[in-house]
């Protein structure tokens, strides 16, 4: 559209400028000319040639010059302007109030860049959104995102009726992004070897295909443009918590660094996929996870899936 827009602006600023010369009335100086008869029979003697008065031709220029330049300035801005600038970065952060999410919304406010953060009641100055009516989070979220660059999405729910419902949300939020522009999408989801092993524990199904609906979703929308984040277990905070499960920040913190330790990384490379697996990759803390989904929205992270604790950890330091 803006490319036909240009066009437009050209065409115009190129009537104008032709305008200007053809009804701006040409003052002439007329000279007669006396040729001798031997240059051309065919001509009159008598005739007089016209010649331009060239202050009065520059003054003709200058004007049809400005009435060109108007043309350019009294049409829309956005019409010309160049449709690969870069745009002011606006972040729209999707659960915003939780461990991870309220240290994006943090982080994003301390770099200075613009942000809107929801939550389910609208706490902390964020927008309540319902993630259980689909109707109304397309709607919602489309309306909050219309000049963000980017969507960060920390929301997930374990161990609720409604698990598939709003895990699957954040799949209706990347439609709804992609629709009014939005550059960017950042899902923080669940490591691969997590879903393998839950695919076969009951009360996990519903969360799982939730996570997986909004996984494949904003993948297939954002092919080019998008961020998973996908650790197995994310320590911060100063309590432990079952629902969902929470490890304080100086327990994780220990953690992450027996479990980091080349011993241990050795033995958990050579691993089958399981439960001991999961246990020995090293939990990664929610500033990390933070870090790495602002990265990714703002396109620093080149890596499209953060499936590995290395990963979020490099990714985190690209701020």
């Not at 065409?11 to 007329?30: E, I």
Request: with cysteine; hydrophobic share 45%.
């Amino acid at each position: 559209m803006k490319i036909i827009n240009r066009l437009s602006v050209l065409a115009l600023s190129l009537l104008a400028y032709v305008g200007a010369f053809t009804l701006v009335t040409p003052q002439f100086r007329t000279t007669t000319l006396s040729l001798s008869p031997h240059e051309d029979d065919a001509m009159n003697h008598d005739e007089s040639v016209r010649q331009v008065d060239p202050t009065l031709a520059r003054r003709n220029f200058l004007g049809a010059s400005l009435a060109s330049l108007g043309a350019w300035t009294l049409l829309p801005r956005d019409s010309w302007a160049d449709d690969n600038a870069p745009r002011t970065p606006k972040v729209l952060v999707l659960g915003g109030t939780g461990l991870v999410g309220s240290r994006v919304v943090e982080l994003l406010q301390s770099q200075g860049i613009a942000t809107v953060a929801t939550s389910r009641d609208g706490r902390g100055g964020t927008v309540a959104l319902d993630f259980t009516m689909a109707d109304h989070l397309s709607k919602t979220v489309a309306d909050l995102a219309q000049d963000c660059t980017a969507v960060i999405s920390c929301v997930g729910a374990i161990g609720t009726p409604n698990d598939q419902v709003i895990n699957q949300g954040t799949g209706v939020a990347a439609l709804a992004a992609k629709e009014v522009g939005v550059q960017q999408f950042v899902y923080i989801t669940v490591a691969p070897e997590v879903k393998e092993f839950a695919k076969d524990i009951a009360f996990l199904q519903d969360y799982m295909k939730g996570k997986g609906y909004s996984r494949d979703t904003v993948l297939s929308t954002f092919p080019q443009t998008s961020t998973l984040i996908e650790p197995t277990f994310i320590y911060g905070g100063d309590e432990f918590a079952i629902n969902p499960p929470r490890v304080a920040g100086f327990y994780g913190e220990f953690i992450e660094g027996l479990l980091g330790s080349s011993p241990v990384r050795a033995v958990e490379g050579v691993m089958p996929p399981g439960i001991l697996k999961i246990a020995l990759e090293p939990p990664i803390s929610a500033d990390a996870v933070a870090s790495a989904a602002v990265a990714g929205a703002l396109g620093k992270s080149s890596t499209a899936i953060l499936d590995s604790h290395d990963k979020i950890k490099a990714a985190s330091t690209l701020l």
